[in-house]
């Protein structure tokens, strides 16, 4: 093939969400696009995160996508929150039904992306080998795609079967007899404990750092249900596009300071039987920024985990000490405090007895003269979240730059959507974009770029690339939204944050943490206005 004709319109790298809107709207734009995906099958996150418990946390018909009607009338939710068997099936329906699955190709893990400058073309290289041109480039990688192991010595000794969350089998795994390990306490460890606390024989939960969690309180959705659901779509995705994290919830006007504590308790006391994350989203808007508020919905969700945990000991164990309730994202749980009344359930405090070895045969931890040993070991360690994913492809734009050089010190995007220096090159969900609920802010992105590549089109450019100017006044407004939030001040995924990694372990700014409408609102306005700080040719 010649270099002047790339043997695509549009490469897009990964299968999940992202990609599969975006090959949608490439073949919509009437383009010849490829999905360039590692795994065996479409799904993304949904694909690899098989483990046991994984389901949504947001409610399933505000979580699926939006922009297809038929797809809105046939598909019928089974309960307010999938299961990923269910939900790794709606996605394959999806792509089925909008009859794009020929535009995949699985098992190709893309090594590298080069920018060509003479022929303005991407020129993608997989593992093995083969290589793809195309004029534009979409990274639909996926903000937790890259699976995080603990830097814990003898992780590599370890002779059981031991599995990450994000590598789990297809075939049915079960626990039944079995001394099991899960090492880790984020929404994945909590979801898998849940699950396997009910059948193995005993559990060993990990636990370096408590979590704030609150109940699912998950349902079965009936036929009528979904019916009025399906009748309400247009209602609901409008209450979505407004709220500042693209759920269904907003945030209380009220400060929990200013209202008398009776109120305000009893505002609580409402929220903890409701469904789902309003308990988080719907709360009075001053516990994300005010110390004060933050410390006393902190002390009564503390109380709850009191009620519910029968030994006061470990009750304290799993109440978070380090960071406030909503500082870091809640997960959503179904009986997680009671499992710890079981007999068959074990939580080992790490900071009473760190681990120092994981053997051959289980795990050291310190204080104890014995190991636990272990017939499974789980590890919920999280991912080397947003950037992790880039760093795993040798991207170079132009004069051979290379985005691991230019990212070195923290991302650095204009409307996180773009990157100067990387011509033709979008990035969906990518660092400094809008996420909260992210199927919501997908379908976002990927208009976005959709409009971008038809205004390409239109005027017969090849060529489009963000200036330096516009990377920094972007930049800047990214730093600036997350002044004053508690968040900020907590390590976590969110805040760049990694202690598995030898590297860059200081917490940096990867996420857009401002209001979703704000975001939206910034990006229109640049579509508006004619691209602004992007150069066209
Ligand atoms: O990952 P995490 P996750 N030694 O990074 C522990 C989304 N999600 O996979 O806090 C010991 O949150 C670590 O401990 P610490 C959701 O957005 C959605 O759970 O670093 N422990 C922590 O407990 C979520 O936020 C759903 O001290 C170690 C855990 O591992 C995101 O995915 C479901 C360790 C990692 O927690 C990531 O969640 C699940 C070590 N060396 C996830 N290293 C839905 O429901 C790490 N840990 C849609």
New binding site residues.
């Given amino acids: 093939m010649s270099e002047d004709i790339p043997s695509h319109d549009v490469i897009i790298i990964g299968a999940g969400l992202s990609g599969i809107y975006s090959v949608v709207s490439m073949r919509r734009l009437g383009l010849r696009a490829r999905v360039l995906e590692r795994g065996g099958n479409v799904g993304g996150v949904w694909y690899w995160?098989r483990y046991p418990g994984?389901?949504?946390?947001?409610e399933s018909y505000t979580y699926g996508f939006s922009f297809s009607q038929e797809v809105l009338d046939e598909w019928e939710w089974k309960e307010h929150y999938s299961a990923q068997p269910e939900t790794i099936k709606y996605i394959n329906f999806v792509v089925d039904k909008l009859g794009v699955r020929d535009d995949f190709q699985f098992n190709t893990e893309v090594q590298s992306a080069h920018y060509q400058e003479a022929s303005r073309t991407w020129l993608v290289t997989d593992t093995k080998g083969n290589t793809y041109t195309s004029r534009f480039l979409i990274n639909a990688l996926g903000p937790?795609t890259t699976p995080?192991l603990?830097?814990?010595p003898g992780v590599k000794d370890y002779k059981g079967t031991a599995y990450h969350?994000?590598r789990w089998p297809h075939t049915p795994i079960t626990f039944e007899g079995k001394r099991v390990g899960v090492?880790?306490?984020?929404?994945?460890?909590?979801?898998t404990i849940q699950e396997v606390a009910k059948t193995a024989d005993e559990l060993f939960v990990?636990?370096?750092?408590p979590?704030w969690t609150a109940p699912m309180r998950n349902s079965e959705i009936s036929k009528q249900e979904m019916k009025e659901i399906q009748n309400n779509y247009p209602q609901i995705f409008h209450r979505c596009r407004q709220s500042p994290m693209g759920f269904q919830y907003y945030p209380d006007k009220r400060k929990a300071l200013e209202v008398p504590k009776e109120v305000r308790e009893q505002f609580w006391e409402e929220l903890y039987v409701q469904r789902g994350l309003v308990k988080w989203l719907g709360n009075f808007h001053d516990i994300f920024i005010d110390q004060e508020a933050n410390d006393l919905i902190s002390a009564w969700m503390a109380d709850k985990v009191r009620q519910r945990v029968n030994d006061p000991v470990l009750a304290e164990k799993l109440i978070p000490t380090d960071h406030g309730f909503g500082t870091?994202?809640v997960?959503?749980e179904s009986n997680y405090y009671e499992l710890y009344n079981q007999s068959n359930v074990k939580l080992v405090d790490?900071r009473d007895t760190p681990?120092e070895q994981i053997t051959k045969t289980g795990i050291k931890t310190a204080g104890v003269d014995k190991e636990y040993p272990l017939d499974v070991l789980i590890y919920?360690?999280?991912?080397d979240?947003i950037t992790g994913s880039y760093e795993q492809i040798d991207y170079r734009g132009l004069n051979g730059k290379k985005l691991a050089d230019k990212w070195k010190d923290g991302p650095k995007t204009y409307l996180g959507l773009t990157v100067e220096g990387f011509p033709n090159m979008f990035n969906v969900l990518g660092p400094h974009q809008g996420s909260g609920n992210i199927p919501r802010s997908i379908e976002y992105a990927v208009q976005w770029v959709t409009r971008c590549i038809k205004y390409c089109q239109d005027h017969g450019y090849t060529y489009f690339c963000p200036d330096k100017a516009g990377e920094t006044l972007w930049t800047d407004h990214v730093l600036k939204c997350t002044e004053g939030l508690l968040s900020t001040k907590v390590?976590?995924?969110?805040t760049g944050y990694n202690?598995?990694k030898l590297t860059k372990s200081e917490r940096t700014v990867i996420r857009y943490s401002g209001s979703l409408v704000e975001f939206r609102r910034r990006c229109d306005e640049v579509a508006d206005k004619g691209y602004p700080h992007i150069d066209f040719a």
Avoid at 54 to 58: L, Q
Avoid at 491 to 494: A, E, K, L, T, V
């Fill in positions: 995160n994984a389901r949504f946390d947001s937790l995080q603990p830097n814990i969350t994000s090492i880790g306490t984020g929404a994945t460890g909590i979801q990990f636990q370096r750092t979590n870091r994202r997960p959503l790490l681990i919920a360690t999280g991912f979240a390590n976590s995924w969110m202690s598995n």
